[in-house]
């Protein structure tokens, strides 16, 4: 047994503005979102929590959760306060060797709450492959592929011809998969994919987000009139909580779903498809939680028959968390990879960037996650000072 046990946890919530000019793309569909989401405020950048975990010798093991209260219903601050009252007991004086014990103790004393469970397993990973001289990737079974193919995202915007000149730009860069907000009506829905299968040809794939858009017998009735321009996937045509909505909608619909907004733990996932409401599994650093939950989410969508989307808009903690994960499992995704983070972030909070170009994302070589985080930058973008939690000497 490995004794350099976990003595220390920084947590910092930052806020990263969006690029001016995506601010201004997202400004085109009316609300300031890019999507169809009912939210009220426009989105205007990402929130975080950057978690650094401490093991006795001094390695370091990092991670990040990527938050909006819309989808999650959880802050940064939340996030910070739970883990900070509720979880650190159960980390400190772990050995980061023993993720399933720490998490099995999580999971025993504290109900729910898998952003925050999930961003203390991440971040214990690093640690242990760090310890271990090892790349995360390696500890998960091995590199499979380096070149991790990506999909494009396309934000709802109201002049058609936008959204098309933004997929023909993707795709002039490398991107073979294009992801498009849908949801302002059903007769809008057809225009704008009619436009992009006519411009982007019958190669590349296309798959949608409704963002919670429709009702079920909208939903069905929009994902129908979209299928004869080939769609692999849509996600979350009706609202989050309502399983049995997006069950009756999987039935009536040959396009595979996918549950985002609505899809937090493995037992969602489970619930999702036992009620036949997915045909996709949708996964990232907060969803279902960690790198535990997240290759059990791998293997059940495996056994099921269902493929695996690897999906967010991260920082570049939460990229590499993907790349990783994603070089280690690439035969059991069968979808390209959507990370758009690196486009829509005024910066990734790392010192070097990833290698990004022709449309994939290069998992990046060394130990940990093979990429060092920028403490300027986080400085720079801190909401608020860090919190420190240590282990108190007996």
């Known amino acids: 047994m490995n004794e350099d046990r976990i003595v220390r946890i920084e947590l910092t919530e930052v806020a990263i503005p969006f690029k001016k000019e995506v601010q201004e793309v997202m400004q085109g569909s009316g609300n300031g979102l890019g999507m169809a989401i009912p939210a009220e405020e426009p989105w205007l950048g990402g929130d975080f929590v950057i978690c650094r975990l401490f093991s006795a010798s001094g390695a370091t093991g990092m991670s990040e959760a990527f938050v909006w209260l819309p989808e999650s219903g959880v802050s940064p601050g939340g996030i910070i306060e739970t883990i900070r009252s509720d979880m650190a007991q159960f980390v400190l004086g772990e050995s980061p060797f023993d993720t399933e014990r720490l998490m099995a103790r999580l999971n025993n004393n504290v109900t729910r709450n898998e952003i925050a469970k999930g961003l203390l397993d991440s971040a214990c990973f690093e640690l242990k492959a760090q310890l271990a001289g090892q790349s995360v990737a390696n500890l998960l079974g091995g590199v499979q592929k380096r070149e991790l193919p990506l999909a494009a995202l396309i934000p709802l915007h109201s002049d058609?011809?936008?959204?098309?000149?933004?997929?023909?730009?993707?795709?002039?860069?490398?991107?073979?998969?294009?992801?498009?907000?849908?949801?302002e009506s059903i007769e809008r829905d057809v225009e704008i994919m009619s436009a992009m299968r006519d411009a982007l040809g019958s190669e590349v794939r296309l798959r949608v987000d409704y963002n919670q858009a429709y009702s079920a017998w909208d939903a069905i009735a929009a994902i129908n009139a979209i299928e004869p321009f080939h769609i692999e996937v849509a996600e979350q045509p009706t609202s989050a909580s309502n399983y049995l909505a997006m069950a009756g909608v999987q039935k009536r619909v040959n396009v595979p779903l996918m549950s985002h907004e609505g899809c937090f733990s493995l037992s969602e996932i489970h619930q999702l498809h036992a009620l036949g409401a997915i045909g996709a599994v949708g996964i990232n650093a907060e969803r279902p939680g960690g790198l535990s939950a997240a290759v059990r989410a791998i293997h059940f969508a495996e056994q099921n028959g269902l493929g695996v989307i690897l999906h967010n808009q991260p920082a570049g903690l939460g990229s590499v968390w993907q790349a990783h994960l994603g070089a280690a499992f690439h035969s059991s995704l069968h979808y390209d990879m959507e990370l758009f983070g690196h486009v829509?972030?005024?910066?990734?909070?790392?010192?070097?960037?990833?290698?990004?170009?022709?449309?994939?994302?290069?998992?990046?070589?060394?130990?940990?996650?093979?990429?060092e985080l920028d403490l300027d930058a986080v400085e720079h973008y801190a909401v608020r000072p860090t919190v420190v939690i240590e282990k108190t000497r007996n």
């Open 160 to 183: 058609t011809s936008t959204m098309v000149w933004l997929a023909q730009h993707w795709h002039a860069q490398g991107s073979r998969t294009i992801r498009v907000k849908l949801g």
């Open 344 to 371: 829509m972030l005024e910066h990734d909070l790392l010192k070097a960037p990833m290698d990004y170009s022709n449309g994939t994302l290069t998992l990046p070589e060394g130990t940990g996650w093979g990429v």
